[in-house]
T-cell receptor, first 114, second 113 residues
């Protein structure tokens, strides 16, 4: 059983397009996150949600819009894709905000913008 | 603000040799410290954590780390590495009361026969 899953695993698209990445966790966790890992492996948090409520928004361009239909899902929609958006995007979850230090990561989505 | 420094971007080592991956942090308050491992083409997995108590913590796959408050360090060690330990290792810090992890830039461990 996959704990945190993401789709798609790979995404290749052209500049200017709009795309979405989906994330689901079956751990019963309350809190979910999106991270961006750049080509140098630097991992930076983008957003966190707790019970469908936005908690952290780390100076991410407003072209990025997270959506949490329920606490088991946190999707990431990206408008007007740019070359600099190329990266690996990881979804993660934690039991709740108090245990935000212990996160479970999905396998990642490699986004390539051409 | 909290930050994490991993000075070594890459550490090559021979199989069955010992290894130490260095991690230093800066924070003005008490912290929780973590090591995560990322195998090729996979997400991150928690290797071990320091929350409180004993400064020597043991994790999965034979790894251990020691919290040194005076040196603000949390170095990761393994006495004998295997080829399968080849991966990217990330040190992370979370300040008590804060709701996020801050990661270092990672250290690539390359184990060769």
């Amino acid at each position: 059983d996959t704990a945190v899953s993401q789709t798609p695993k790979y995404l290749v698209t052209q500049m200017g397009n709009d795309k979405s990445i989906k994330c689901e966790q079956n751990l019963g966790h309350d809190t979910m996150y999106w991270y961006k890992q750049d080509s140098k492996k630097f991992l930076k948090i983008m957003f966190s949600y707790n019970n469908k409520e936005l908690i952290i928004n780390e100076t991410v361009p407003n072209r990025f819009s997270p959506k949490s239909p329920d606490k088991a899902h946190l999707n990431l929609h990206i408008n007007s894709l740019e070359l600099g958006d190329s990266a690996v995007y990881f979804c993660a979850s934690s039991q709740d905000l108090r245990t935000a230090y212990e996160q479970y990561f999905g396998p990642g989505t490699r986004l390539t913008v051409t | 603000a909290q930050s994490v420094t991993q000075l070594d971007s890459q550490v090559p080592v021979f199989e069955e040799a010992p290894v130490e991956l260095r991690c230093n942090y800066s924070s003005s308050v008490s912290v929780y410290l973590f090591w995560y491992v990322q195998y090729p083409n996979q997400g991150l997995q928690l290797l071990l954590k320091y929350l409180s108590g004993s400064t020597l913590v043991k994790g999965i796959n034979g790894f251990e780390a020691e919290f040194n408050k005076s040196q603000t360090s949390f170095h990761l060690r393994k006495p004998s590495v295997h080829i399968s330990d080849t991966a990217e290792y990330f040190c992370a810090v979370s300040e008590s009361g804060f709701q996020k992890l801050v990661f270092g830039t990672g250290t690539r461990l390359l184990v060769s026969p």
